[in-house]
């Protein structure tokens, strides 16, 4: 059975999708996964994938020039949905998120003079992806929830077309939108690319 990707996809929709590949009936309400294990599991796995893709960075999850502002004691926390940080200005780029706030490992502390603008990823759930993301998300899901479950060859090469459609419709979605992409706008990707960048410290690292 071969993933239909042509409509707006709700969570639902995605779960029943996704567990269609183990011969599972449809549910008809979310409130109805907690009797399922098996739909218990492809919740997992689909918020799982959300968070990895959100932790990336796309156009829609990510703010440019967003001030992080220092508390009564200095510390700068960071707010809740924040998935990663990056300072704007290259001389604080050994500012990096440690303990839930942001921490200067140059000068070894927590405590700064000024509030500090970071390009931030955030965290978004699954139906508030664009489309082109949730189909995406919700191919990538199903073939890892088919993987964990059946491990079975046939099944898993049923989404293989699918999970090239959706990756293709994907980066060309990031490029469209700005000029680079989720691969190279990631600095772990652009390292891994070319092995002559340098690790700027990002918390990753």
């Known amino acids: 059975m071969s993933i239909n990707t042509n409509t707006q996809l709700s969570k639902l ?4 999708g996704m567990a269609s590949y183990l011969g599972i009936p449809p549910l008809q309400s979310l409130s109805d996964i907690d009797r399922s294990p098996d739909f218990q599991l492809a919740e997992v796995i689909l918020d799982e994938m959300v968070h990895e893709v959100c932790a990336h960075g796309m156009p829609c999850n990510t703010d440019y020039n967003y001030t992080l502002v220092r508390n009564v004691d200095n510390e700068i926390p960071l707010e809740a949905g924040m998935i990663a940080v990056f300072p704007e200005d290259e001389n604080e780029k050994y500012v990096i998120e440690r303990n839930a706030k942001l921490y200067d490992r140059d000068k070894n502390t927590s405590i700064f003079e000024q509030d500090v603008d970071c390009r931030v990823f955030w965290l978004q759930t699954y139906e508030s992806l664009p489309a082109v993301v949730r189909k995406y998300v919700y191919v990538s899901s199903a073939r890892r929830l088919v993987s964990r479950v059946k ?3 046939a099944v898993l090469a ?3 077309l699918d999970i090239s459609n959706a990756q293709t419709d994907f980066l060309t979605y ?6 680079t992409n989720m691969i190279h706008d990631n600095c772990e990707s652009l390292y891994a690319i070319d092995n002559n960048t340098a690790n700027l410290g990002y918390p990753w690292y």
């Not at 929709?13 to 029943?16: E, G």
């Not at 990031?174 to 000029?179: G, L, P």
Request: hydrophobic residues 20%.
């Open 13 to 16: 929709s995605a779960l029943n």
């Open 151 to 153: 491990g079975d060859d």
């Open 158 to 160: 049923t989404t293989q």
């Open 174 to 179: 990031t490029e469209n939108i700005r000029s």
